[in-house]
């Protein structure tokens, strides 16, 4: 099992301001999700990033994945408070297809 | 079209009672998985399967069983509850490899 450190663990912010999560391993990932998840509801998937360098844009989030596919980030700019939740990372292995999670960082967005 | 779709979704049982949490996917995906969830500790692969008749065990397996007999079904067995299984359980599934699995919307589960 490849091991997916998130940072930091919790994150508070006024609205307006802008973050960033890391995720970040010694092992290598064929390709990396974040996920977002809310208060009662499953996981739902942002983005997967699966070159080395490539950076992604969906409106105010910024993902990219680190140039040896070990390490990802996460930057959201301007926070709105519908941007709180529990922001999970995910790496998919290069030999098999489990993916293996990172404990999540839970960002509160404050209004 | 309902995705994944988890039954019950809050459960409390007594410990070395046993039940079924239930998962059905009506998207023909033939890739289905249990995780469990713990309070800081991310997300745990339990069983997953790639096909009808096919499952396999994940990082946390003991205490819990699978079977697939259909494509759209993907039961999770505790036999025996112990206070350890007390989580939040969550089934997902994917066409194949890809893309990532989407998730139903969790089983609360409080053993105690």
């Known amino acids: 099992t490849q091991l997916l450190e998130q940072s930091p663990q919790f994150l508070s912010i006024q609205e307006g301001e802008n973050l960033t999560v890391y995720c970040n391993s010694s092992?290598?990932?064929?390709?990396l999700q974040w996920y977002r998840q809310e208060p009662g509801e499953g996981p739902v998937l942002l983005v997967t990033v699966v070159t080395g360098g490539e950076v992604k844009k969906l409106k105010r989030l910024t993902f990219q994945f680190g140039d040896a596919r070990k390490d990802s980030s996460l930057h959201i700019t301007a926070a709105q408070p519908g941007d709180t939740g529990l922001y999970l990372c995910?790496?998919?292995?290069?030999?098999?297809?489990?993916?293996?999670f990172g404990a999540g960082t839970t960002v509160t967005v404050r209004a | 079209n309902a995705g994944v779709t988890q039954t019950p979704k809050f459960r409390i049982l007594k410990i070395g009672q046993s039940m079924t949490l239930q998962c059905t996917q009506d998207m023909n995906h033939n890739y289905m998985y249990w995780y469990r969830q713990d309070p800081g500790m991310g997300l745990k692969l339990i069983y997953y399967s790639v096909g009808a008749g096919i499952t396999d065990k994940g990082e946390v397996p003991n205490g819990y069983n699978v079977s697939r007999s259909t494509t759209e079904d993907f039961p999770l067995r505790l036999e025996l509850a112990a206070p350890s299984q007390t989580s939040v359980y969550f089934c997902?599934?994917?066409?194949?490899?890809?893309?990532?699995?989407?998730f139903g919307p969790g089983t609360r589960l409080t053993v105690t």
């Open positions: 092992s290598v990932f064929s390709s």
């Open positions: 997902a599934s994917s066409p194949g490899r890809e893309p990532p699995p989407h």
């Open positions: 995910a790496g998919d292995s290069l030999d098999d297809y489990k993916l293996s």
